[in-house]
């Protein structure tokens, strides 16, 4: 089972990978986009694989949120934004146009 490793004020706390968690956040950031739920599914269980395949008995919030936001960007730019905006806590209009700007700049789907 792989634990999670979550770091922020105070001393960190370790709980059970929880994929619904992966899989509720995903289809949030995929509402009302182009996106099926089949490839939701393929995102979510990719991301699993990867975090089974790892071998570690910890991984780091931040090490999946940056697989999620991976999986994101190659799915959909719009989801992509929507995720990031969340997970890397955006504060003001600016933070979304440089955000979006540098997707652009890319190539986003």
């Known amino acids: 089972e792989v634990m999670v490793l979550k770091s922020g004020s105070g001393e960190p706390r370790r709980e059970p990978f929880d994929r619904a968690k992966i899989e509720q956040s995903v289809s949030l950031a995929c509402r009302k986009r182009p996106v099926s739920p089949e490839r939701i599914e393929r995102l979510v269980s990719g991301i699993q694989r990867q975090l089974e395949t790892l071998g570690d008995a910890e991984v780091e919030s931040r090490q999946i ?37 540098s997707v652009r700049e890319v190539g986003g789907k």
Do not use: H, K, N
Not at 78 to 98: C, G, K, L, P, Q
């Open 65 to 101: 949120g940056e697989m999620v936001m991976e999986g994101l960007r190659q799915l959909d730019s719009v989801a992509y934004i929507r995720f990031a905006s969340v997970y890397r806590d955006f504060t003001e209009a600016r933070d979304f146009e440089e955000f979006a700007s």
